[in-house]
């Protein structure tokens, strides 16, 4: 619900209005999925990401013009020290209506009580299989056993909505789609089908071998399911069904088959600060250095905030066959 003194003031060329921000809070990350990241990567020293503080700050500017949605996410947010605090501070932002995090499920049997706690809503938990030797396969470094817990500690938690995240790559796992709905529909749980993106150079697998798309998938399901289309009542990239007879959601984001950049009403703000208008192009602002050259002065911020809707592009174009255009991974962006 947006509070009578939230003006919605983040609205671009195309009338688009930004009422939600994703923040990655750490590029780091304690897997090495396939499609996310190469095995050798370097990451930035801790002086060039934003402070917590100066996280909080900017999530206060967003709010104070018009943004009531934060999505927390990474790399892997939950092993940035004091993410805790930090999400507890942005969970009592009086203008934020909607504190909701992605994360590998890694510390979830750990962290799961002082999210709820924090105030975060909802997770959405990466879970590309349910066979542990392709998990580590895929994830190079992660133990499938410890996210499974991971992901039942937070259904128990009671998190108002858990949804699990799946990139799915033919070959990989492609054949695994319907054990995966299956796993959503036995939980009580939502999950939703991503198609890979070509964000940065990953050295695993050929992207335009690997891509299978949500049609596909779609096809796939509706032999074991009965699924129903759901009407979009949301601005996201997502097509929902339900899986009939259940309350679970089948969502899929399908930036390749269905470009969903019209009702596009996020921006995203990397580790290092950098303002994304799009995740598919390098439409940018250097939040870090305006901030630390006008330390306090939240108006001059709030002002770039407001102008930086001009840059923002109309749309992305993904090509899968040919080498990445967009050189930052999706952990430096935040998915
Ligand atoms: N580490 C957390 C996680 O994995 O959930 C949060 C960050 S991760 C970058 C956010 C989401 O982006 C995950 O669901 C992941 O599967 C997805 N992702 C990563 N690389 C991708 C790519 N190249 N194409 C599509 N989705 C990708
Ligand atoms: Fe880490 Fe998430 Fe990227 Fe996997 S998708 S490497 S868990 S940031």
């Not at 198609?195 to 779609?218: K, T």
């Not at 303002?275 to 305006?290: F, M, Y």
Request: overall charge neutral.
């Amino acid at each position: 619900m947006r509070h009578p003194k939230q003006a919605r003031q983040l609205v671009d060329r195309f009338g688009r209005s930004v009422d939600y921000v994703r923040i990655s809070i750490t590029d780091r990350c304690d897997f090495r999925c396939v499609y996310c990241m190469s095995e050798e990567m370097t990451f930035l020293p801790r002086e060039q990401i934003l402070s917590l503080e100066e996280i909080h700050l900017l999530a206060k500017c967003f709010t104070e013009l018009g943004v009531n949605k934060i999505r927390i996410t990474g790399g892997e947010p939950l092993i940035r020290r004091n993410a805790l605090e930090l999400l507890q501070k942005l969970g009592q932002l009086p203008l934020l209506d909607e504190l909701v995090m992605t994360t590998n499920g890694s510390q979830l049997v750990q962290t799961a009580k002082q999210l709820k706690k924090a105030h975060v809503k909802r997770l959405n938990i990466s879970l590309d299989t349910l066979d542990a030797k392709k998990f580590k396969t895929l994830t190079r470094t992660g133990d499938l056993n410890i996210v499974l817990k991971g992901i039942r500690t937070a259904i128990n938690t009671g998190f108002e909505r858990i949804k699990i995240n799946a990139v799915i790559l033919k070959n990989r796992n492609h054949d695994e789609v319907a054990d995966l709905v299956q796993f959503a529909l036995d939980s009580g749980i939502d999950i939703s089908f991503i198609e890979e993106m070509p964000l940065g150079f990953v050295d695993a697998h050929n992207r335009a071998e690997a891509y299978y798309s949500s049609d596909q998938i779609l096809t796939d399901l509706q032999k074991q399911f009965t699924l129903e289309k759901i009407d979009a009542t949301t601005a996201g990239p997502s097509d929902y069904y339900r899986v009939q007879g259940s309350q679970t959601k089948v969502g899929f984001i399908s930036p390749h088959s269905h470009n969903f950049c019209s009702t596009c009403n996020r921006v995203r703000l990397t580790a290092e600060g950098q303002l994304l208008l799009c995740l598919g192009n390098e439409h940018s602002i250097d939040l870090k250095t305006a901030l630390r050259s006008h330390p306090d002065d939240t108006d001059y911020i709030k002002q770039l905030l407001i102008d930086s809707m001009h840059i923002k592009p109309e749309k992305h174009e993904f090509n899968l066959s040919e080498q990445p255009i967009i050189m930052r991974h999706m952990n430096s962006t935040g998915g």
